[in-house]
């Protein structure tokens, strides 16, 4: 049994309690945005700042993997206590990231034109557009400096202050963002929101990086060719894993942008919102042991290794099955609360949202497997494939099931990832796929059945509960088929998590 003690002495549960404030207070601040932004804005203009969203994260990659490779490069010399070595590592991080941060700005400025032409973007909103697009990504730019901060976090396990820092920053965007609504700015309020919360996680980072242990300067002697090769053989699978995400997540802006308008994006942003905080949630718990995980890895503390990750695994899966309950029950009467009924994409989309739950934090586990052993293999192929697998399905699902059909593409995709971290996680860490990977999938298979099955009776009865007005919303409860099949799932996810609970004794779990 967990004692308070340990608990306070873990640094996995100081990163799953500030994991966890993280996601409820960016959950909250993006739940109580929407009521805002329908109350200020026309659908149009909210689907703007989205297609706006979108196109900044492909700007996002451009940091070639470097800021995720900054932890993983320096753990070793963390690990050691290597001062001279910490401080190259830094040094080399640093400087390619600055560089990298102008080049964004320049090439951002230099798209602009053409950028916004992919999107029907209606001739009203075209200034407005190109205006909050501009905005972006400077400040994009300008943050790219500090995206290694997390991974030196995560190397020194300090990273519970990663998660507090974000947990905040949602906060102060969206109060200057009402304030500014409130003033007339309309749409530029998101940019200057997004602005001012910059400014305070930069300042926030700084004084992180100078309360270090092992405080990395600068070392002009870091700057070499044969730490850029290193650097960047390891950190451009990152990269294109996250030019992967950037493209998958705008997919369904483009296909519905073009097939419905602009004012249909938000019935598909709104609806998914929810489950995708959810799904974000399980990851957060997942990668609060993370950092504990590398270090074992680091040490060449082989079992105790494999049978943590295992452990965690497990937890993160029933973690999930939890979440897909309170999806199914929950999905529509939240959208209905935050946006009106009007937004919500239907039962059959929620399922498929619910499944999500499981698949996207397997594919996340087996990936953190590669990052862990430093190799990431033929991750990158593999990432390629699943874009082209999502574009030849997504067309005709969404022609065929609407938004329904996007959800289930972009849920199932994700196991084509999964299906490749099966074999190269395991051996990239020096084990079989039978010793980690066989029992993590078994499991992860055998809830993803649980949930499509529950869904699906759960879809059988298009019941309601009773209704209550909010805010000018009529907002029906859950009916007794979403009560009973959601719970059922909550109440299977709770006993896997009790079992793992009572497995997880070993004072570093």
Known sequence: M?????????????????????????????FLSIPVAVAYLEPAQIGLWTVVNQIVSYMLWMDLGVGGATGRKMADAIAAKDQTEINRWWSATRFALFVQGVLVIIIGLTCLPYTLAVFEIPSNLLSDGRLLLLGAVVLVGLSFPMKGVPGLMTAQERFHWIPV??????????????????????????????????????IAFSVLIRTSEQIPRWDSQGISKERFRSLFSFSLNLSGIALITAVMSSIPAVLISRGGGLAVIPIYNFTSRGPVMISNLVQRMFHAFYPGLQRLYVDGRREAFRAKFVNVSFFAISMSVIAAGAIIAGTRPLVELLAGPDFFGGRTMTIWLAVGVIIVPLAAQFQSLRQIAGNMGKTLVFSVIKVAVAIAIAIPCYRHFGLAGIAAVFMLVPLIDASYGYVRGATGCGFKPSEISRPITFTALLAMVVVLVVGWVASLNQDIGPAFTIHKHVVHLPGWSEWICGGALALIGLAGVHIQLKRMRRPDL
């Open 2 to 30: 967990f004692t308070l003690k340990r608990l306070k002495e873990s640094r996995a549960a100081r990163n799953a309690a500030a994991s966890y404030f993280a996601f409820f207070s960016i959950a909250g601040s993006a």
């Open 165 to 202: 820092i974000q947990g905040i920053a949602p906060w102060i965007s969206l109060v200057v963002f009402v304030y500014l609504l409130n003033l007339g700015y309309g749409l530029l309020s998101y940019l200057w929101g997004m602005g001012v919360s910059q400014v305070f996680t930069w």
